[in-house]
Every structure is written in C-alpha cells, then in structure tokens.
T-cell receptor, first 113, second 113 residues
C-alpha cells in the first residue's frame, strides 16, 4: 500500500535561506507524487506534481522537487525563502492520476527576517 | 473560471446531530473527492465519486455517506456526530477518475460540541 512520510514536523529558516522539506514514499507501483501548500484557514494549493515525465519538477512560487527512485524520496526545495512562504506543506501520493491521495502529516515552514 | 466551492464555511453542531456539507467542482470536472483534515494532521481520504457513482472509499464508519448529483456537485453527510468528527472537510475535483491532479476547495470547518 502507498504511504507518505514527511520528515520534520517543523522547519525554520531565515529569509533568503535555502528551503528543504523532506518527503519519502512507499509504493509497490510507480507513484504520482504531489506537494501542496496550505495557508491558515484555507484549502490546499497545488505546488507541483511528479508524473514520471521528468525527475526534476518545477512548480509555482520558485519551488521545485526531485524524484529519486533509489531513495524513494521527493524532497521539496526553494533556493531562497521569502516571508510569504511561511505555511503548512503537505506531500501526497497516489497510485493513479486523479484517484485518492495519501497525505503525509505535514511540515510547518517558518521564515524569520 | 471559479474554483471548487464549498458551503457552508463554518458549522457548529452538537453531538448526535446530523450534518450535510456541499461541494461544487470546477466547471468541466466530473469527479469529486472528500477529505477530512483533523487539526495538526494531513487530510484523510473519505470518498471519491465519478459520474454519480462511488469510485473509492476510505476507512471511515458508515455514519459517513456521500452522493453526487447530475450537475456533478456533491454532498457529504455525517450522522450521529461525535466530538472526533470536528475537522476541516475538504472537497477536491478532477476532470475524471484516473486523470489530472486534484484541485481543492477552501473547506468547511465543522465543530462538534
């Protein structure tokens, strides 16, 4: 069965620093992987998705993620953090496009000036 | 185009009561999924509907039910509410099961007292 694990429930960075949010997946079939962001009292916004077309995926707001099959990882990065990046980030996966998503527990990103 | 819309935004109910939550998908999307997000956790899949038929069900008790209408909107019903049902209920839509990523609405915040 598919499972998604996010390492680190809380990550704190300074403005301008590198952002790295970790996600590992467990799947018996090639997965579809996603990163979503959630701002307080809002729904989820899709940042980027991996669908096997390319291992390095670029998303919105300067975020990108790299799919590494050997490490079963799909870590999210951004070269330079901005105050507006402070939010909750969720990694999610599914075995088929458009079907039920399995979410990680989320990582809260704090950005200090 | 309007995104996924949900109503109501907030709801307060008493234990044992029944609640109905509503969702309208993005225009042209025929599949709707429901998720429960308890505070501090990632969303958990409840149901997926496509063309008015249930296409997936998560690990939730029979107190939870849903349906999809001919215009592809959907209702989530929860009977005999428990304190533990307090959560943010998210609706997501995709063009069809097996295609596309899921786009989420803003959610309905349900508080059970």
């Amino acid at each position: 069965a598919q499972s998604v694990t996010q390492l680190g429930s809380h990550v704190s960075v300074s403005e301008g620093a590198l952002v790295l949010l970790r996600c590992n997946y467990s799947s018996s079939v090639p997965p579809y992987l996603f990163w979503y962001v959630q701002y307080p009292n809002q729904g989820l916004q899709l940042l980027l998705k991996y669908t096997s077309a390319a291992t390095l995926v670029k998303g919105i707001n300067g975020f990108e993620a790299e799919f590494k099959k050997s490490e079963t990882s799909f870590h999210l990065t951004k070269p330079s953090a901005h105050m507006s990046d402070a939010a909750e980030y969720f990694c999610a996966g599914s075995n088929q496009a458009g079907t039920a998503l399995i979410f990680g527990k989320g990582t809260t990103l704090s950005v200090s000036s | 185009d309007a995104g996924v819309t949900q109503s109501p935004t907030h709801l307060i109910k008493t234990r044992g009561q029944h609640v109905t939550l509503r969702c309208s998908p993005i225009s042209g999307h025929k599949s709707v999924s429901w998720y429960q997000q308890v505070l501090g956790q990632g969303p958990q899949f409840i149901f997926q509907y496509y063309e008015k038929e249930e296409r997936g069900r998560g690990n939730f008790p029979d107190r939870f039910s849903a349906r999809q209408f001919p215009n592809y909107s959907s209702e989530l019903n929860v009977n005999a509410l428990l304190l533990g049902d307090s959560a943010l209920y998210l609706c997501a839509s995709t063009p069809r099961t097996g295609e596309g990523e899921q786009y989420f609405g803003p959610g309905t915040r349900l508080t059970v007292t």
